[in-house]
């Protein structure tokens, strides 16, 4: 995948910024001790890692560019992460947990490939053209 042209957005750092902070909330919960309460879903646990890693990957897909350090960079960030887990002694290293990262990864790469590529170029235009607007 080669580098594309930057994105030149209004509110690129504010785009920008929420998604290091969900990285940093990822971070947070991966090395809790203990999580908050999760519903007794079979399977909930997989699809929380899955949802997570499928929204960071589209949203610096969208915010940054299409380029392959994101998928690389969160498949590194999930490995580190479960490796921390299994060395704390609170938590544990599991297996399916960075497959569901990974397949999270891939499919929120893939969604950087549709249409919806345009929903953060729409929302930053609808917001600059707001505050654009006369106030009377």
Known sequence: MNEE????????????????AMVATVILLSLLPTLPQ???LLGW??????????????WFCLSYSRHWRW???FIG???ILEALQGLTGLRTADAFDLAAN????????????????FSLRLLDGFISRLREMPVE
């Open 5 to 20: 042209r930057q994105i030149a957005y209004r509110y690129a750092g504010l785009w920008r910024g929420i998604g290091w």
């Open 38 to 40: 999760a519903p007794s």
């Open 45 to 58: 646990d997989k699809a929380q890692h899955f949802i997570a890693y499928a929204v960071l990957t589209f």
């Open 71 to 73: 998928p690389a960079f």
């Open 77 to 79: 960030l999930g490995t």
């Open 102 to 117: 990974g397949i999270g990864v891939a499919i929120g790469l893939s969604l950087a490939f549709t249409p919806l590529v």
